[in-house]
């Protein structure tokens, strides 16, 4: 891979936002005076290399280019989501990331996330691995649920949260989301993973909270306001 890899950022944002509990998607809610979204795209902008597309559902298209329109923002190139987020992600592959050496992927409704975890994901990549996630150590106690309902504590040691961006070998991501979805897909690792991909940990961001219930909004203005 030379100096200069094609880097293509892929922002999800084509959830319905259910858990959210509002009848506008958590990704178009206002977060400091501006939607959400919005947060997201400039903070992996400030990363400073690739290009960015954005996934939104066809429902909300003309909603978003109202937003744009009114808070002046200019929005990556955008693509049509599917019916889930393998769907959204593999539109965009097969949009723009035929020649794509380095894809990221992204959460929409993760507005914290600064370059210094992007650098962190990227630069595994670079450095030879196929994919790559960022991750916290779990701070709660857990338990295993049996199917009988029944439960036992399990060492938190030996688990980490999963974050995004998550970073990939072009090619692998490729050809992973030419496999048929499986409901275990739960994020890109996961799909990357099941293609034969080995996946890393780099350190993720407490920060790097994912907006999933109103409260979260209040938390996130929160670390905007005293860490920038």
Same mark, same amino acid.
């Given at each position: ?18 858990r959210f509990g509002s009848a506008l998607p958590k990704q178009f809610c206002l977060m ?142 490729? #050809? ?21 991909? #080995? ?21 996130? #203005? ?7």
């Amino acid at each position: 891979m030379h100096k200069d890899p094609k880097i293509l950022h892929i922002i999800v944002a084509a959830g319905s936002g259910a858990r959210f509990g509002s009848a506008l998607p958590k990704q178009f809610c206002l977060m400091a005076g501006r939607p959400v979204l919005m947060e997201t795209i400039d903070r992996i902008r400030s990363y400073g290399h690739g290009r960015i597309v954005v996934v939104v559902s066809e429902s909300m298209m003309s909603f978003w280019a109202e937003l744009c329109q009114r808070h002046s923002f200019t929005s990556p190139c955008v693509v049509v989501g599917g019916s889930t987020r393998y769907d959204s992600v593999r539109n965009a592959i097969m949009a723009y990331g035929d020649d794509a050496e380095i894809i990221t992927v992204h959460d929409g409704a993760r507005p914290l996330a600064g370059p210094d975890i992007m650098e962190r994901v990227v630069d595994a990549v670079r450095s030879g691995c196929k994919g790559v996630v960022p991750a916290v150590a779990v701070t709660d106690s857990l338990r295993i649920i049996s199917p009988s309902g029944s439960s036992e504590a399990v060492d938190r040691s030996a688990f980490r949260a999963v974050q995004t961006p998550q970073a990939f070998c072009g090619q692998v991501l490729r #050809e992973a989301y030419s496999l048929p979805y499986r409901p275990e897909f739960t994020d890109d690792a996961s799909v990357a993973e099941a293609a034969g991909a #080995e996946i890393a940990i780099v350190e993720g961001s407490p920060r790097n909270i994912k907006i999933t219930h109103p409260a979260d909004i209040i938390l996130a #203005e929160t670390y905007m306001k005293w860490n920038g």
